[in-house]
């Protein structure tokens, strides 16, 4: 097996669940140092040529739960991360060893709380100077991401009074209801908790909508409160920017036709692109839409071609 899959292989293999990264970040440490890379490990998150300004690369190797046995077969290695998103990191990492005389101007984070708070982004975003970057996400490798939905996490409590089923007064239930119906109609909203009786019932939902909207709520009343628990804006990237005609170039180069992407979810990308002005897009091999699912594996021929798009664009984006 390659080194380059050699990687990937024991990345994914090593259990790195939101709040359990350690093991995770002290190989990627360990790897980057034996391939004449500095790196180091600060609040979890791994630093690659920190001395590195000209461009960022962003990814993350936490994960949601759920085991999947490694194997490999048909040409796809299965695990959880395998797409979100070790796989991309991976392949941003075996594209720096491919650079020795580049590398040193590119630095790369590795998080270790995207899936969870987003801790690390949010710090960097505070700290770090702004530089053009890369969000290694899943896009598949003939894929450029640039644009990511926002998120906004409400929890809505109703009260109402007591009253007889055989009453015409509705239960707290069914008017919680009912305001999920009135939001479903202009915002996806997918409900995450719901808990309560007849006179008192809360909901958790997840809204995600796309740049240029904003959810339309109800409004508070004496029976109904609302409580915003996160709000991640929507990010929208130049579609024109030279960054952006740096992987369109990369793409074609490696016979590809590029596909602009627009995402559903959120990621680091939403965090960075609310503050800083400098041009971001994401990218990374991988099939965003086996996410978090039981089916999650990446294709090797298209882990290798991510592999290749990124060095030929890192080279053109620093020439």
């Known amino acids: 097996m390659d080194e380059d899959i050699e990687l990937l292989k024991d990345l994914v293999s090593t259990p790195s669940v939101t709040g359990n990264t350690k093991e995770a970040a002290q190989l990627i440490k360990s790897w980057c140092i034996s391939h004449g890379m500095d790196a180091e490990v600060t609040d979890g998150a791994v630093t690659v ?12 190797f936490d994960t949601v739960p759920g085991g999947i046995p490694l194997r490999i077969e048909n040409g796809e290695l299965w695990g959880r991360g395998s797409v979100d998103a070790k796989g991309p990191l991976c392949a941003a990492l075996n594209a720096l060893k491919g650079l020795p005389e580049l590398r040193d101007r590119v630095s790369l984070v590795g998080v270790p709380d995207e899936e969870g708070s987003s801790e690390t982004a ?13 969000i290694l996400e899943p896009s598949g490798w003939d894929g450029i991401t640039i644009s990511y939905n926002g998120r906004l996490l409400v929890e809505i409590e109703v009260t109402t009074p007591p009253s007889h089923s055989g009453h015409d007064i509705p239960f707290s239930t069914e008017v919680a209801l009912d305001i999920l119906d009135r939001i479903r109609i202009t915002s996806k909203a997918r409900l995450l908790e719901v808990h309560g009786d007849i006179t008192r019932t809360r909901l958790k939902l997840d809204i995600r909508y796309p740049p240029d909207e904003r959810p339309v709520l109800p409004q508070g009343t004496e029976t109904v409160s609302i409580r915003t628990l996160e ?8 579609k024109f920017s030279w960054l952006v005609r740096s992987f369109v170039k990369a793409i074609r180069a490696s016979g590809g036709d590029p596909v602009f992407k627009r995402k559903t979810g959120t990621a680091d990308m939403n ?8 041009p971001i897009i994401a990218f990374g091999p991988g099939n965003g839409g086996l996410d978090h699912t039981d089916e999650e594996r990446i294709s090797l021929d298209e882990y290798r071609k991510g592999i290749e798009v990124l060095r030929t664009a890192i080279r053109d984006i620093l020439s």
């Open 49 to 60: 040529n920190p001395c590195g300004e000209e461009l960022l690369l962003l990814g993350h």
């Open 122 to 134: 949010y710090r960097l975003r505070r700290t770090m100077k702004e530089r053009p970057c890369i």
């Open 231 to 238: 709000d991640v804006k929507p990010y929208r990237s130049d």
């Open 271 to 278: 965090v960075l692109g609310e503050v800083w002005s400098t």
